[in-house]
Structures are given as C-alpha cells and as structure tokens.
C-alpha cells in the first residue's frame, strides 16, 4: 500500500499508479474545520502541479465522510480559507476529482462531495444538508450544486426539510451518481479513479450543468414554509437561494452567500444553535458518568396511558418490558394501546412488521407483581395520590431482587417521602416521562437525597438508550418543569378572569410561537391532573394571601369534562379541530363575578409579556435554588417537554434576549397590582445590577 503523504494533520495525499488519492483523517467525524479546508486547498493544488495523475479521488479515514461543519468553531470568527475557497478548488481543478461518502456527509460535508466532479456512496451512507435546524441555510454552495446535479424540486425537499437521505435514493435522483457495496473507502477510491481513467464513470462540474427554472415548486415551498413556520425565516430564504440555482454558479453562490448573510444575522439563529448545544450539554455533567447498573429487563406498573406509553418507548428500544396491572381490563387496555403505538410505528415507516412483532414478543403484561423480581429497572407509573405510590414501593422493597433500581414516574411528588418507606433510598430515583412517553424525547431525572450514584447514571444510561434527552432534577414540588409550569400557568388563568378568553391566550402564544397554548395543552393533557393537584394543595393548606387561580378550571372539572378524553374542556372535541366550549363563557362569568372583577382589555403582547415574565422569574428561582443545575437544563427541559418554540432557546435564553434590567421593570410594574404573585427572583435582580446573563451562569 502506497503511503500518504502529510499536508498537515488533517489531510494527506498520494498516487495509486495515476489515480491520486486524497485522504481526509480529522477523528473523530472529519469535521470541515480549517485544518481540513486549508488541507484540501493545497493537495489540490500540489496534484495538479505534479502532473502525476489524471484523476483526483477524496475520501476519508474513520468510520465516516466529512460529517459537517466543525462545531467548535460556530461562537468564533472565521478563520483560514472559506468553504467557498476549498470548494472552489475541488469544482475547479483541472483534473477531475471524485468523492467516495461513506457513513455520514452532512451540510458542509456533503457540499464538499456536491463540489467534486462525480460522487460515489457506498450502500448504506447517508446525506443531508441540516442547516435549517441550525436556522441558518447552507452556505457553501449546497443551494447552488443540488439542484444543478438533481432539480429544484429536489433540492428543496432535502434542504427545507433537513432530513437524511440513503445514497440509494440519491442515486434514483441524480445526487448520487453511483452506489457501490460496503468496502474500505480507499480502496473503492482506487477503483473508482481507475473507473473514470477507462472512461466508465462520467465527471463533470456542477458550473457547466444547467437549472430547468420551476416557479411553481418555488412558490409551493414559500407558501408552505409561511403557513407553516412563519417565525423561521431561514426556510423562506433558503428557498429564494434555491431560485437562484438558475444563474451562472458564480452569481448564484453571491445570492447564497446574501441570503446566508441575513440568517446569521438573525435572532432565530442564536436560539437554534443554543438548542443544538444545549442538547447536548444537559448530559455533560459528572451525575451521568461514572459506572452504571445492569439494565436488561424493565417492569412497568400501570397500563394506562403513561404506563403503555413508558413500556412502548422501551420496546423500541429493544429493552424486554414486563407490564403490571391491577385488573384484567387494565391490562388488556394497555396491550392493546402498546399494539397500537407499534402499529403506528409501522404506519409512519419507523419500523418493519417484524420489528413490531419483535418488540410486541419482548412484553409480558400480569396481574403478579410478584413476576417484577428479577428485572433491573421498575418505572410506576400510577395515580398522583402519595398512598397509593408509597404502598407499591412498600411491595416493590420485598419482591425486587437486590441492586434492581426502583424509579417513580411521579410529576410533583416527593421523590424522598417515595424513597423513605423502602430499605433502599439509595436505589430509589424519579423517571418523569413526559405524554405520550414513547413520543416526548423529555425525561426528567430526578436525584433524591440518597441516590446512589450508579443509579443516577443508569438514568442517564436509559435515557440515551430510549434515545431521549435526560435532564437532571432536584427533589421539589414539581421538580423543574411542573413547578415553573404551576406558576406561570396561574398568569393564564388570571388573564382569562381578568378579562381575556382561553382562546386569545391560545391564539397569543401560539403566535409567539408555541405549538399549542395552555388552554389547548390542559385538554390534551387532561384537566383532571392538575385538579388532583390543586385539590391536594388546598388540603396542605395554600397561601391565604395568594390569589386563587384554579376557579374556572374547577369548575369546569366538577362537570367531568377533563379535556379531550372526555370530549370536552376548554374546548369541545365533537370531531375535526377543536372549538371553544360556549359554556366555559357562563362559568368566566360566575368565577368574574364571584370575585368581583370588571374584565379590561388585554393585547396579545401584553398577554405574551406576562406569561413570558411569569415563566422567567420561577425559571430564574429554579436555577438559584439548585433545583436545575443550569439554566441550560431550564431551557432543554422546556424545549424537549413542554413545547417551548425551538427558535427563541429556551425560556431562560430567551431572557436574556429582553435583559434583566427589563424583565425586573416588568415585575415590579405587575407588583403594583398583585404583590404575592410578582416579586423579583433575587438572583434576576442581581443580574440587572450587574449586567450580567443567564448564559453567563451556564459556563
């Protein structure tokens, strides 16, 4: 075997008879950083000056082609050659180049192949350009070199969506020009040079190709995206880099390079790429390393929705799952919920039939709670009523096998009070799924004052394994989420008494762009959860001076109307969307004047800036009181769990996109009329004294 020869640390190069080889080896993805830019440029140039070959083949060392841009870069100021520059090298050399893509070539890696005369994939790979999720829109000539090798219509699918493709689809589309066989990347580079030499695989520049214009696919695309996702304004200026794929390529990528300009620029953007790290930051912390626990088998207590929901994301996963259940009808409800999860699976092409029928062979429902002592992991998920829980763990303490992690799908309860009836705290933890379980990617871990360490880490561990974004909590009422939930939702509630319908809430915050509003999410998540709770809180005994914000909802509740299980809620659910329910109005009208309120006028901004406020400040008292480690773990826990938009970060980014000094104004405005409810978190008041940030606190 021929050796390299070094460019740099990143890239080397040398001949194969006159096939030159160019070798891309930056672990542990190949990402694009400089190194590599600054590598291609220059072995591209050494080859063609060398007049040794007569065809140029890139491919990398690892495990994966170029998987993307190099991340450790995105905060920083450019740096060494742009993408256009690299890419321009491998689009205009004089020999031609081919890039052989196995694993993943992704956004700036796939632009790198787009760039190279004739692409090969091996079966298997996959491509993609994902800046879109990035807010940003490719930048490197993805908008120009797609639709040039494949079509408008094409183009604007793969970049608008984000998604990844097989190199076997690209191929039937034109992205591809041919897939062979699973083989050693080089040595499929040596072929396939020695394939364009004989003149059995065509090369040519994206330049030299031509665009069919296609209006119609333009407009359909900017429609959509408008209707669709009027905050991203990316998609709308990626389609218009796409519609200018029909200019000469040196004219389209200025366009490009325009429009890239104006999404970078964007507030939109920062809140993608917090989100984007973020993800990954919630699990960098010491509770999610360290040794683990055997996890092979899973118990689940409770077949009702959260219970099959828990048992089907772990099916999913591949984990053996037996389900307990009180009552026969319990048990054949839950079966058949998790058959139908499955069957969903199956319908939206997430599984084969005999994935599906695998997983269904790896669940063993019982009515024996007894058949729980050998599995390494139990998740109850039952009633919110403290009795109940504690009397299983009570059972759970006798039958499970020692060492076997006992967890509560509890969403307010004490996790320690759970943990106290047993003879082992220590292998006691909260697992708060998020409805339905198998499709929220949340999961709260929650550590009680005696969680073992190992334990806390298998909740991690299971959390990577179900595939879903594991954040760490401290024991308190509500744990992150619920508690900031169970503030700001009163804000809610006290607009509507004040003067606004659910519907204009709703209609407000949908706007500032979450997916449902509060009174939509009550009905789909069933009212009767947060009676339960208030009727628990008024038994331990609320705030005398607090103002009560659960009246319309009780009432409401005392019908049996728990939302759309029931039909009815806020909204009546008689088929197709939802309409307001006309007699939640008379109840408005009771709760108003039952209180003594004369309703005022409210504009969606006022209502988006209190709910917002409220949101921040028990976020902010979160975070001061350990409660989430970070205000990063704030924000993924409203990202992946209670359908914060994507685009704004998170609450506590967010904040700092209006500033503390603001924010404090606002409380203290509010606190004029209701001084219980608007007090000023200290730690926001510190930071408007300061000057400083939330994402200060996350480094």
């Known amino acids: 075997m021929t050796e390299l020869n070094p460019i740099n640390d990143a890239v080397s190069y040398g001949y194969e008879g006159n096939v030159a080889l160019l070798c891309i080896n930056n672990p542990p993805v190949n990402a694009m950083g400089v190194a590599v830019r600054e590598g291609i440029m220059h072995a591209v140039e050494v080859i063609n000056d060398q007049a040794k070959a007569k065809v140029i083949v890139v491919y990398c060392a690892g495990r994966t082609f170029i998987a993307g841009a190099d991340i450790r870069e995105f905060a920083k100021p450019p740096m060494g050659p742009s993408y256009g520059e690299a890419l321009s090298a ?33 079966s298997g790979a996959k491509f993609g350009l994902p800046e879109v999720l990035l807010g940003i829109i490719p930048g490197a000539g993805g908008t120009q070199r797609l639709p040039r090798v494949t079509s408008i219509a094409y183009a604007l699918d793969i970049a608008l969506s984000g998604r990844h493709v097989s190199v076997e689809e690209g191929a039937r589309d034109g992205a591809i020009d041919r897939v062979v066989d699973s083989g050693d990347p080089r040595e499929i580079a040596i072929a396939t040079g020695r394939e364009v030499i004989e ?22 695309a900017l429609s959509m995206v408008q209707q669709k996702n009027p905050h991203l304004i990316n998609l709308a200026e990626c389609a218009k880099a796409i519609a200018a794929s029909t200019l000469p390529l040196s004219e389209g990528l200025e366009r490009e390079a325009d429009h890239f300009r104006v999404c970078m620029n964007s507030p939109q953007r920062s809140g993608l790429i917090h989100a984007f790290f973020g993800e990954r930051a919630v699990s960098n912390v010491p509770e999610a390393k360290g040794e683990t626990r055997k996890l092979d088998k ?64 790896n669940l063993t429902p019982s009515l024996a709670m007894q058949d729980l002592d050998d ?49 082992r705290p220590q292998d006691v933890l909260g697992l708060h799924f998020f409805s339905p379980a198998h499709v929220m990617r949340l999961l709260e871990i929650v550590q009680g004052e005696q969680t073992a360490p ?42 509507v008494m004040d003067g606004a319908t659910p519907q204009q809430v ?8 979450f997916a449902m509003g509060p009174h939509k999410v009550g009905d789909l998540a069933g009212l009767d959860i947060g009676y339960m709770t208030r009727q628990r809180r008024k038994e331990e005994g609320p705030d005398p001076k607090e103002r009560y914000a659960g009246a319309l909802a009780d009432k409401i509740c005392e019908q049996g109307w728990y939302g759309r299980k029931t039909g009815k809620g806020y909204y009546l659910y008689e088929g197709g969307a939802p309409v307001p329910n006309p007699e939640v109005d008379t109840f408005l009208d009771e709760v108003r004047a039952e ?47 209670y359908g914060f938009p994507r685009f704004r970060g998170g609450p506590l980014h967010y904040a700092d996109t209006i500033g503390a000094k603001e924010l404090v104004t606002r409380i203290d405005t509010y606190a004029q009329e209701d001084p219980t409810y608007w007090q000023v978190p200290p730690l926001l008041r510190k930071m408007a004294d300061d000057g400083t940030t939330f994402a200060d606190l996350n480094s």
């Open 454 to 495: 190992d334990v806390l880490a298998t909740g991690f561990d299971l959390a990577r394994t179900l595939k879903k974004v594991g954040v760490l909590a401290q024991v308190c009422d509500g744990f992150i989420g619920n508690r900031i939930l169970g503030h700001y939702s009163k804000v809610a509630s006290y607009l």
């Open 199 to 220: 003149g059995n695989l065509n090369t040519r520049r994206t330049a030299d190709i031509d665009v069919a214009a296609d209006d119609a696919a333009i407009d359909s």
């Open 595 to 641: 209180n003594d309120i004369t309703p005022q006028d409210f504009s969606d901004q006022d209502i988006v800036d209190q709910y917002m406020t409220a949101m921040i400040s028990e976020a902010a008292r979160v975070v001061e009181d350990g409660t989430a480690k970070r205000p990063v773990d704030v924000d993924m826990v409203f990202l992946f769990g």
């Open 298 to 361: 899973v118990g689940v207590i409770g077949g009702g929705t959260m219970g099959s929901g828990i048992a089907t994301s772990c099916l999913l996963a591949g984990l053996p799952v037996r389900m307990i259940e009180v009552q026969q009808e319990g048990l054949d409800r839950g079966v058949t919920t998790i058959t139908k999860n499955l069957d969903g699976a199956v319908s939206r092409n997430k599984m084969t039939p005999e994935a599906r029928d695998k997983a269904l062979s």
């Open 90 to 122: 491998l689009e205009d050399s004089a020999l031609p180049t081919v890039s052989i893509i196995h694993g993943t070539a992704l956004g700036g890696g796939f632009e790198t192949a787009l760039a190279t005369h004739a692409r090969v994939g091996i």
């Open 506 to 513: 709703d209609a407000a915050l949908e706007g500032f762009g």
């Open 375 to 423: 599995v390494d992991l139990v998740i109850e998920a039952v009633f919110e009523k403290m009795d109940i829980k504690k009397d299983i763990f009570t059972k759970l303490d006798t039958i499970c096998k020692p060492g076997a992690i006992l967890a509560t799908n509890t969403s307010y309860l004490n996790v320690d009070a759970i943990a106290k009836v047993t003879n």
